[in-house]
């Protein structure tokens, strides 16, 4: 992996590991190809990465501008720091895990909605709660679901009303475009379903990266409503900080938005060490058999 937390998983990458997944599910002989081709996925990330892992535009060509300062451009990741709580090989593992996992919801939702979905730069910070959901100045739909195996903690994913909006309505058979202005029960329940999908894929991808059995609990969604002078009240089950891992999503040409997972710090380097632990077991692994081969030569 990148010391500097910029080479994470390629797409095409993420689509070789999807295909291995999805292939592993009949057998437990098969698990094990899968498995295979994670640990594979997860030691080419340290290679180049492809124009879609948010590396910084090449010496010589201007990067992009900010975005406009309109509520709905500003990013609710800008208000968190930079993860000095975590490891540089900790904000690695945790990008690649997001890459991995989110690149699988992503491949789901584009099956769901029949629009090309693309969610890519994970960016890896550390927020205090208060001053997370005190910015927060346009709606947002928040789905939430707590571990029951496999890991502690919970997961969250967080995504603008309007672009949960978009989803419902390409969902039940629109055009993302003709919006109303209040979202309906209807439409927060299939975008609710989309997003479902999309955190349980996800959990998927973790059982397969990290070896084991996950479950977790039927998701709970809510709409957070902008209070009159800014900011939402909620907070969430654990202490301060919180990890925010922040992405960018296209869907088609409907959506270019921010999506943001979240999860305590102490899930976050569980997950963390879990990967690394792989990581130091394929490297340690060779080593091991040559030394046993020289011992019995």
Do not use: H, W
């Not at 937390?5 to 698990?31: C, V």
């Not at 202005?181 to 999309?198: C, H, R, T």
């Not at 969430?236 to 921010?258: A, H, N, Q």
């Amino acid at each position: 992996m990148s010391e500097n937390g910029k080479n994470f998983l390629s797409q095409e990458e993420i689509d070789a590991l999807l295909k291995a997944n999805a292939e592993s599910r009949p057998g437990e002989g098969e698990k094990e190809t899968a498995a295979a081709a994670m640990a594979e996925a997860v030691e080419m990330a340290g290679q180049p990465a492809g124009e879609e892992t948010g590396e910084p535009a090449p010496a010589g060509q201007p990067e992009e501008p900010p975005a406009e300062d309109a509520p709905e451009n500003r990013l609710l990741s800008d208000a968190c720091e930079p993860a000095v709580d975590l490891t540089p090989e900790e904000r690695d593992a945790l990008g690649e895990i997001g890459n991995i996992s989110m690149g699988s919801a992503a491949t789901t939702l584009s099956e769901l909605l029949n629009q090309k979905v693309v969610i890519t730069s994970p960016r890896v910070t550390t927020c205090l709660q208060e001053k997370f959901f005190a910015s927060f100045k346009i709606p947002y739909v928040i789905i939430q679901v707590e571990f029951i195996e496999g890991l502690k903690g919970f997961n969250i994913l967080i995504i603008q009303l309007k672009d949960a909006m978009i989803m419902a309505d390409l969902m039940m058979g629109g055009d993302g475009t003709s919006l109303a202005e209040q979202i309906s029960e209807m439409e927060l329940s299939a975008a609710s379903e989309a997003m479902n999908q999309m955190i349980g894929t996800a959990s998927t991808s973790l059982a397969t990266m990290f070896r084991r059995t996950i479950n977790i609990s039927p998701p709970t969604t809510k709409v957070l409503e902008v209070a009159a002078d800014g900011g939402v009240d909620y907070r969430l089950p654990t202490e301060d900080p919180i990890v925010v891992v922040s992405f960018k999503m296209t869907i088609g040409e409907l959506v270019d938005t921010e999506i943001m997972q979240i999860m305590s710090m102490s899930t976050a380097k569980e997950e963390a060490a879990m990967l690394l632990g792989q990581v130091l077991a394929q490297t340690m692994e060779p080593t091991a058999q040559a030394a046993v081969a020289e011992q019995t030569a």
